[in-house]
Structure formats: structure tokens, C-alpha cells
């Protein structure tokens, strides 16, 4: 193994730690709250989505899909209009529908459309949806360099979601 993939597994390694106990953290507020914040359920759903779909958790897979099923529940009882959390249930059920009991992505595009209907002027939002909106070369250029150099105004300001959406908007 060379010396730069080592670097980037210890780098990787570390920051699964820190979100794990972000995450837990994140769990001890929930818990004390009668309804959380919405901003803490972001938070936290997405690291426990995340944690399960990168599969790089010493935590148990039936611990990560019970958290985040009940995080899913509390977003459809208390915040089942707020723009955030409906974007973050569209890309998780888009991206694996199979850990919410779906059988197809469709229900994600359900959500990430009602989010961008809520908000049109959110450019993550705009180029999560970039090929249904049929955009073209230019402003897609346009969408994804303002997104990454100024993520904060677009979604919650959280380093995991950040550095998760800049790679995946850098990749397209």
C-alpha cells in the first residue's frame, strides 16, 4: 500500500469515529427532546444513513437501521413539510430505497421535487434534479461551483453533508 492511500484510510478512519460520536451525541439530544429540532434530525439522519451505506461502522447494522427508521418516523410526525428534511428523505430513499422498504427510487424523486417546489431558487436542490429539469451544460456548470464554494447557502452547514455533497457534485 503506498504512503498516500494509507494517509487517505487513516483520514477516513478518524472521521468515521468522529461521526459516530457525533452521532451518538446527536442521539442524546433526541432523546432528552419531546420533539428534536429538525436541524438535529438532519444531523442525524443523514450520518446514520451514511455510516450504513458507506458500511464503515464498528456500530451494528440493526442499531444504524432502527435509529434511522425512527428518525424517519419523528420527521413524518413533526416536519413532514420542512424543506431540508424532505430533501434529505428524497435523496436517501433515491439512493437506497431498500432501507425504507421501497422497491424503486421513485418516492425519492416524489420528495425531491416537492422540495424543490418549496424552494425553486435552492441550487442543490435544482441539481439534485438536474436531469428531469434537463439543464443545460453551462448553468449546471454555473449550479455546481456556486454550490461548492458556498455550500452553507443552500443545505445545513454540517461537515459530513458538506464534504459528502461537494465530492458527489464534483463527480457529476
Excluded at 51 to 76: A, P, Y
Excluded at 140 to 166: T, V
Aim: charged share 25%; proline share 2%; net charge negative.
Amino acid at each position: 500500500m503506498e504512503y498516500q492511500e494509507l494517509r487517505q484510510l487513516l483520514y477516513l478512519k478518524n472521521n468515521y469515529m468522529d461521526y459516530i460520536f457525533e452521532m451518538q451525541n446527536f442521539e442524546k439530544e433526541i432523546l432528552n427532546m419531546d420533539k428534536p429540532t429538525s436541524t438535529i434530525l438532519v444531523k442525524q439522519t443523514f450520518t446514520v444513513w451514511y455510516l450504513i451505506v458507506e458500511g464503515c461502522s464498528n456500530l451494528d447494522d440493526n442499531i444504524l437501521q432502527s435509529t434511522l427508521n425512527r428518525n424517519i418516523n419523528i420527521i413524518n410526525k413533526f416536519y413532514s413539510t420542512e424543506v431540508y428534511l424532505l430533501f434529505l428523505k428524497g435523496w436517501m430513499y433515491q439512493i437506497s430505497p431498500w432501507f425504507f422498504d421501497e422497491k424503486e427510487s421513485s418516492k425519492g424523486d416524489y420528495y425531491l421535487e416537492y422540495a424543490y417546489k418549496k424552494e425553486p431558487d435552492n441550487l442543490l436542490f435544482k441539481w439534485a434534479l438536474r436531469e428531469s429539469l434537463n439543464i443545460n451544460k453551462n448553468e449546471l456548470k454555473f449550479i455546481k461551483f456556486s454550490i461548492e464554494n458556498d455550500f452553507h447557502k443552500y443545505y445545513i452547514d454540517y461537515r459530513l453533508i458538506s464534504e459528502y455533497f461537494k465530492r458527489i457534485i464534483k463527480d457529476s
